[in-house]
């Protein structure tokens, strides 16, 4: 498949699966996956396309986490992670590897902000464990339909 058409698909597959998974490597160097919310899809995200306007090129994700939880302990001391998104029933999936960055924007908190968050994070966008992941990969390589395919994003 050529690189254009493997980009074409991925970013398919990025705005349509409801959820990603997220590895990360712990203290012992095991790796740890974990489901998140996909925010590039429109049903999680009602400003998924404005949030991601121009970024068809970087395949820019961002993720929601807590401040304390396990998994930015671990981002803190390894920023290395993968992204993965997956449509087994559609052969199609999309591994993306890179280095999170913890973005401390109120305003960009606001815009991403959904009233239905409050069960994670009661205090709103400026409650103090709400923290927004900025991941711009470096690399992609997944399967479509009947074959794997590979790209540079860096």
Not at 55 to 69: A, K, Q, V
Not at 88 to 115: C, M, S, V, Y
Request: some cysteine.
């Amino acid at each position: 498949m050529e690189e254009k058409e493997a980009k074409r698909v991925s970013l398919e597959l990025m705005a349509a699966v409801p959820d990603v998974f997220l590895g990360t490597v712990d203290s012992g160097g095991f790796p740890q996956v974990r489901v998140m919310g996909n925010l590039r899809n429109k049903e999680q995200c009602r400003i998924a396309e404005e949030l991601f306007a121009g970024h068809d090129e970087d395949f820019l994700i961002y993720m929601l986490t807590g401040n304390s939880s396990d998994k930015m302990q671990q981002i803190r001391a390894n920023s290395k992670v993968s992204v993965y998104f997956s449509n087994f029933a559609g052969f199609h999936t999309l591994l993306l590897a890179g280095n999170a960055e913890e973005i401390d924007d109120p305003d960009l908190k606001k815009r991403i902000w959904q009233d239905e968050w409050k069960i994670h994070w009661s205090g709103g966008p400026e409650d103090p464990e709400f923290l927004v992941l900025k991941l711009l990969p470096e690399r992609a390589k997944g399967w479509y339909k009947e074959g794997p395919f590979e790209f540079k994003l860096k």
